[in-house]
């Protein structure tokens, strides 16, 4: 079981792989800045500071007309919700259901932090087809008119994904 924290400079992120570059540079050189700034906060979990797994979640609302693909009879009604901008894993690490944890650790940070908005969503984008696949083998939905877009109600992720 690895521990979550939040990405601080003591972190080492120089060895990290996961297989997708832009995501190792994304770690490298964007997330400690923009979670200093709480624009966009990054969690890690580490190995004696080395960091093997990390992903940042985003404020964001999303419309509720996009995720159903429906008309609402109030219009485009906002609801909260929290964003995955970003997940992987180091490849030394991979297809041995770490994979999973991290999504599900991610998702229950999500559920705490919406715990009182009932109508909140948490919401994930793929980077390709095999991210994309991987979100709807957790029961991620892709939205309507963004399919490399996914989404979930937070209370169908807290009776669904358990750590
Ligand atoms: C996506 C990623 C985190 C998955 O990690 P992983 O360790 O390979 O996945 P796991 O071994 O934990 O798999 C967990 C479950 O998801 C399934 N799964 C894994 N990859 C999948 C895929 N591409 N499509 C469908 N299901 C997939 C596994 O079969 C497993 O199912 P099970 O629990 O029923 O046995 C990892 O591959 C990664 O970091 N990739 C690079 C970055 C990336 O694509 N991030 C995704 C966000 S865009």
Redesign the pocket.
């Known amino acids: 079981m690895w521990v979550t924290e939040r990405l601080s400079a003591s972190h080492d992120l120089d060895k990290f792989s ?3 570059p832009v ?1 190792d540079e994304w770690l490298r050189h964007a997330a400690l800045p923009l979670s200093d700034s709480d624009q966009a906060r990054t969690f890690v979990w580490s190995d004696q500071n080395k960091v093997i797994a990390f992903y940042t979640l985003v404020p964001h609302e999303i419309r509720r007309d996009s995720r159903t693909g429906k008309r609402t009879s109030s219009g485009a009604v906002a609801a909260p919700a929290l964003f995955l901008s ?4 180091d490849q030394r ?10 999504l599900v650790d991610a998702v229950a940070r999500c559920i705490v932090a919406l715990e009182k908005a009932d109508a909140g969503v948490i919401v ?5 087809h ?2 994309r ?2 979100y ?2 957790f029961g991620f939905t892709p939205l309507a008119n963004a399919p490399f877009r996914l989404a979930m109600r937070a209370r169908d992720a807290r009776t669904n994904l358990t750590l």
């Open positions: 996961c297989g997708t995501f970003a997940m992987a894993l690490f991979q297809g041995k259901g770490l994979g999973g944890r991290l994930a984008d793929a980077i390709d095999d991210a696949a991987f709807q083998h």
